[in-house]
């Protein structure tokens, strides 16, 4: 699957939530961690569906999760 | 490696071997002209059973009780995967027919048991094609963070 243009703080939110794993934000948001996995990694974008839900894990809006990096491909984080 | 990575696998490794023993005996049978040896066809024989051993690869233990069969991820790569299989059917059904037209002219004859053969042959490139656009579309997972 190509890079997403999609960048996230996946992974600074999670160790910022208490070291979360990405099985529990996985279980959180209703996927596989192999999911959290690339899309933590900028090569998945998730569904809107999905960007709302690990949103909701860490108590954040869309838009403190996701940035929309239009030329970029290396995620933030 | 989820379920369907596991399937891919199988379906890989189970088709790479068919064809290849296959292709062996039609090589044996119709250009030696000579019947396959004991030792090839016990070979063959160890070789299925150690395929439909690997089965029991597919018996998975859940990462987490919570953790889906399958998410919205995993059925874009399947819904790849098959457009993939589905257009290798065509390009394939193509050169079939140019090559058995280029073989044996416009007006050739083939025996009817060929066309089974080559229907069997198709069908078994087409489940690699899709275990290997589901294996690439996977790509490697990282190690839990």
Redesign the interface.
């Known amino acids: ?1 190509s890079k997403s243009e999609l960048g996230n703080n996946i ?1 600074r939110l ?1 160790f910022a939530h208490g070291e979360m ?3 529990k934000l ?2 959180i948001a ?6 959290i ?2 899309v933590e ?1 900028g ?2 974008t ?2 809107l ?2 960007a709302f839900k690990i949103s909701a894990a860490f108590n954040l809006k869309v838009e403190d999760v996701f940035l929309f990096q239009p030329g970029e491909t290396i995620p933030k984080g | 490696m ?1 379920k369907t990575q596991k399937g891919a696998w199988f379906n890989l490794g189970g088709s790479l071997f068919a064809i290849c023993v296959f292709s062996w005996t039609g090589f044996m049978l119709f250009g030696l002209r000579k019947f396959p040896n004991k030792v090839f066809m016990f070979a063959t024989l160890a070789g299925f059973f150690v395929i439909t051993g690997l089965s029991l690869f597919y018996i998975r233990k859940k ?2 009780p ?3 069969e ?5 059925k874009l ?1 399947q819904r790849n995967a098959v457009i993939a299989a589905f257009v290798s059917v065509w390009v394939l059904l193509f050169i079939a027919n140019i090559s058995l037209q280029l073989c044996f002219g416009a007006g050739g004859l083939i025996p009817v048991w060929s066309l089974a053969i080559i229907n069997v042959a198709i069908l078994y490139v087409v489940l690699i094609v899709y275990s290997a656009a589901v294996l690439v ?3 490697r ?2 190690p ?2």
């Open positions: 699957m992974r999670r794993t990405q099985q996985a279980d209703g996927v596989t961690r192999q999911t996995i690339a990694q090569k998945y998730p569904s569906t999905l | 989820n990462q987490s919570k953790e889906p399958s998410d919205e991820r995993d790569i579309q996977y790509g997972g990282g839990d963070e």
